[in-house]
């Protein structure tokens, strides 16, 4: 290399990480550096990046090839992956050079060292916010209530925002709040493919737009804007703060007085906690037995809900008692005249609640519960004071939005409009905030549960890097090649060989009288078979030709046209190969660099978005695989529309640019059906009870592909494993089958490489609805199974399924009671079921199970259950709900054996297939 002259291009600049600004470990990144041009021509250069304190990547350089004019000036970005680096670093070192390749060896023209700042999450959550909002820091800290300090938390500056998605791949949640960060369509594309892999994005819309938004999510959660308008206040959800407001926690063992609130000297005889709460005696009508709590109210505070549980006996009256809210300034004085809040009083436990407003000069609130001047008892629990609605300084924006795909909150609405709106796209989520970041600042200073309702990001279909394991996909794709070692026949004819030729030589050296001699013929005897068999080995790889082969896992969105598709690619060589790694148009490949030390590396991209991989090669005989995961666009829509008839249903496959259709199924959330093909672009799907929840391919002798094939639908579909971040797949009624693979930009080998390709395709399904009168069937997949959930806020908890997973449990102790709910798809209703099938899989030895509809009539019983059973159901206990699902309620008793802790097993689950007749 020779040395730059003072006139020759050089850096400027090169200590900048953008995108969310740092550096996380083995991940992804994007550096920033400048170059400057200063001579007469224009010229074409290479920007180097290179960790060489790093022992595993010392010899690997990250590039950039670019043209910058005569006199120029450019911002040059170079994608690295970085170092596995120890927790405890702070910043990463790297050598940045400026190249001139165009001679037969580098030139070096320029170099610098920078130095990147390191964090020790690899997740990480970003902000997008103008630069004048002061409300990122607030809404930044909500954000870390909800997802904890072991994230990492950064701002993202809009210019630097990487153009390709899998740069993006290490952060996992970004909080939208710029209405103009002048992003180019690349960056936007990035940003929406990014969210389709299973990023999470929180917008909040005043402040970002709708513009800016649309363009972002595009046609998947369509949005209209109603108006706008200025709110002085809003709803929030707050914490109870009356301390000890339950009423049954005593003072002590000995005292029985309710802990925490003023007594006023009144002993135990006349306030004790008693009966579920605190009883309050009053002996005549000449005194007062009355208790009190006094609570701080926030200055953001708009009104408040008091609310508390009464019970009186008989002899008393409700004009007796006492439930009075009084407002206190700051000096304690009363605001205003006292607010009695309870008006529904008896003798059986009752709730009252009322909403108050707070005037501006108060600061305190006291309740005072009991019995004044009357003569009797009156029982109190569970009295709170929650904050519902908030007061801003200056008016808050606030955009009434219509969003008919999006989910809403009962909670969370201002005058019937959502404060709040949340959809689905693709593997990940969006959030839409619609007040302004005032508003969502001063909820989260509030203490309000709100922020955390609207921050929340986990839920069931969370981000996940892949679907399934990649050694599983390599080793479908290691079987597509046909690589495998010596087989185990001509290793032991060797041996055995070996063996015979040292007993014989035992003999004659035996009988010679030289025994010695044994040992160095049994050396040379192990060194020459050991050279046969190593011979074998290298004769039998070689017969395999060179062959690339891809296994890929697609998982359409039909609304964008994107393929989500998780790959491995494995190459045979049965010589060495040094054809280039490459990629027409951009993506990110991190190859296995093992045995190619000694080498300079280089990771070369161009200013068109292409790269490739300079001096890697393949060993001889040798097998490689590295992992892929990519947002593709498709020129083709991939689609799957099911029709049913009265046996069952058709589905029509539009296959785009997958070529073919093999093993189809349909499949949902734990359940599949199997598919039979009828011609080339659609399958069947007759109910066969026959047919195991292990089977997914029905050829009568299966193939090894065969035997790969079903074994990713089982790891897909019904995933063993007890992590809780490990979810089954698909989350909603599916088509899934093998077709050809489609080019993912990538290529590995030369073009006379043998091409081993399969792909399988996942695509939600789209229905035809049958003409009014048709009786016809609802295979079991299509009828998504889910706890049900009685409001939005119920979460629908059970010992059974993991509604966070949709995965069925396998050892449960205790007796049980779960309702399921059976969705209908909309496009299908209205319809009246005529009749159905409960496919049962639970294991209840010693047990009963019963069935029951919404309305508790019994529809089966069934005792000591131990294979899978079916139950028919007549349609009159299979009605249909508003929500459009059909809710039935199951039931395992108790051990008949009281003392037997045998467990019981539900991981085989409860699917449900009806005959119906469309209205």
């Known amino acids: 290399m020779g040395n730059a002259h003072a006139e020759q291009p050089k850096l400027v600049s090169s200590g900048t990480v953008v995108g969310p600004g740092v550096v996380a470990p083995d991940q992804w990144g994007l550096a920033q550096t400048s170059v400057v041009n200063p001579t007469m021509s224009d010229q074409t250069l290479l920007t180097t990046v290179t960790f060489t304190k790093d022992a595993r990547m010392g010899n690997v350089q990250f590039a950039r090839e670019f ?41 070096m023209l320029s170099r610098d060292v920078a130095l990147y700042r390191a964090v020790t999450s690899p997740q990480i959550n970003a902000k997008m916010f103008s ?47 710029h209405s103009d960060p002048q992003l180019d369509p690349m960056q936007i594309q990035a940003l929406r493919q990014w969210i389709l892999a299973g990023g999470q994005m929180i917008v909040v819309l005043p402040d970002t737009g709708m513009e800016l938004t649309r363009s972002i999510i595009g046609d998947h959660l369509p949005m209209m804007l109603i108006d706008q308008s200025l709110q002085t206040q809003a709803t929030i959800q707050g914490n109870n703060v009356l301390s000890d407001g339950g009423l049954n926690s005593r003072v002590s063992n000995k005292d029985q007085r309710p802990r925490g609130w003023e007594l006023d000297d009144l002993r135990q005889n006349r306030v004790d906690v008693n009966g579920g709460g605190t009883r309050l005696r009053n002996p005549d009508n000449q005194t007062s037995t009355i208790i009190s709590n006094t609570v701080t109210l926030s200055e ?41 809040f309870a008006d529904n009083l008896g003798s059986n436990w009752r709730e009252n609640k009322k909403t108050l407003s707070i005037p501006n000069s108060a600061t305190h609130l006291k309740i005072e519960l009991g019995l004044d001047n009357a003569k009797g008892t009156l029982w109190v629990s569970d009295c709170k004071v929650i904050p519902t609605a908030m007061r801003f300084e200056e ?23 959502p404060m709040m709106l949340r959809g689905k796209m693709g593997r990940g989520q969006v959030t839409v905030l619609t007040l302004g970041t005032e508003y969502w600042s001063a909820a989260s200073k509030a203490g309000s549960r709100v922020i955390d309702q609207a921050f929340r990001t986990n839920s069931r279909f969370n981000k996940s890097d892949t679907l399934i394991d990649n050694d599983i996909l390599a080793k479908a794709g290691t079987q597509q090649i046909g690589y495998e070692v010596l087989s185990r026949t ?25 025994p010695e001699m044994l040992a160095p013929v049994s050396v040379v005897l192990a060194i020459v078979i050991a050279g046969v068999i190593w011979f074998m080995g290298i004769t039998h790889h070689r017969q395999t030709p060179l062959t690339v082969a891809s296994v890929q896992l697609a998982q359409i969105d039909p609304v964008g046209n994107y393929a989500i598709t998780n790959a491995v690619v494995s190459t045979y060589s049965p010589s060495r190969l040094s054809s280039p790694l490459e990629a027409n148009d951009g993506g990110v490949i991190w190859p296995d660099l093992s045995g190619s030390t000694g080498k300079v590396l280089r990771m070369r991209w161009t200013d068109n978005n292409t790269w ?10 040798t097998l490689r695989s590295h992992s892929i995961a990519r947002v593709v666009p498709l020129d083709k829509p991939v689609k799957a529309t099911a029709s049913f008839t ?39 799907i007759t109910p066969d009870p026959t047919i195991g929840l292990d089977q997914f391919v029905t050829a009568t002798t299966m193939t090894a592909q065969d035997i790969q094939r079903q074994d990713i639908y089982r790891h897909l579909i019904y995933p063993n494993s007890d992590a809780l971040n490990v979810v089954a797949y698909p989350s909603e009624p599916s088509a899934m089958w093998w077709a050809r693979a489609m080019d993912i930009g990538f290529t590995q080998a030369a073009n006379d490489a043998r091409q081993k390709q399969q792909a399988l395709i996942c695509v939600p399904l789209s229905y035809e609805r049958p003409a009014p009168g048709t009786t016809f069937v609802i295979p079991s997949p299509i009828l998504q199974t889910d706890i049900f959930r009685s409001s939005k806020n119920d979460h629908g908890m059970s010992t059974v399924i993991n509604p966070m997973t949709g995965r069925w449990t396998s050892t449960i102790s205790s007796e049980t009671k779960f309702k ?21 899989d639970f294991k209840t030895q010693g047990r009963d199970f019963i069935v029951t509809d919404n309305r508790r009539q019994e529809i089966a019983r069934r005792s000591n259950l131990a294979n899978r059973i079916q139950i028919p159901v007549k349609g009159e206990f299979l009605t249909i709900n508003r929500q459009g699902q059909i809710v039935l309620e199951f039931e395992v008793t108790t051990h008949t054996d009281p003392l037997s802790s045998h467990m019981w097993d539900a991981s085989g689950g409860i699917r449900l297939q009806i005959t119906a007749v469309t209205q």
């Open 300 to 340: 953001q505070w708009a009104t408040v809900d008091v609310s508390a549980r009464f019970r009186m006996d008989r002899s008393s009256s409700p004009s007796d008692t006492v439930s009075r809210a009084i407002f206190l300034d700051q000096m304690k004085q009363p605001v205003g005249n006292p607010i009695d």
């Open 131 to 177: 630069l004048k909002s002061a409300a990122g820091y607030d809404l930044t800290g909500s954000l870390r209530e909800q997802l904890g300090v072991s994230h990492t938390y950064m701002n993202l500056k809009p210019h630097g925002l990487p153009r390709d998605a899998n740069l993006l791949s290490n952060m996992s949640v970004m909080l939208l709040g």
């Open 646 to 684: 009265k046996d069952g249903m058709i589905c029509t496959i539009s296959s785009g640019p997958y070529a073919g259709v093999d093993h189809p199924i349909i499949a949902s959330l734990n359940n599949h059906a199997v598919g039979k093909l009828t011609g080339h672009d659609n399958f069947t």
């Open 490 to 514: 001509p290793v032991m004819i060797c041996l055995l060989t070996m063996l015979g030729l040292m007993l014989v030589s035992g003999i004659v050296f035996w009988k010679k009288g030289n």
């Open 67 to 107: 043209w910058i004019p005569a006199g120029g000036r450019r911002d040059i970005y170079i994608p690295f992956k970085s170092p596995d680096y120890p927790s405890n670093t702070k910043s990463i070192e790297a050598q940045v050079q400026l190249l001139d390749t165009r001679g037969s060896s580098d030139v």
């Open 820 to 840: 399921l709910a059976f969705k209908v798809p909309k496009e299908l209703l209205p319809l009246k079921v005529q009749s159905g099938t409960l496919d049962i």
């Open 612 to 621: 490739k991989w300079d001096n890697l090669e393949l060993p001889e005989a």
């Open 395 to 417: 008016p808050v924006s606030f955009w009434r939005v219509l969003g008919p795909d999006m989910q809403t909150d009962d909670d969370l609405m201002i005058n019937g409009w």
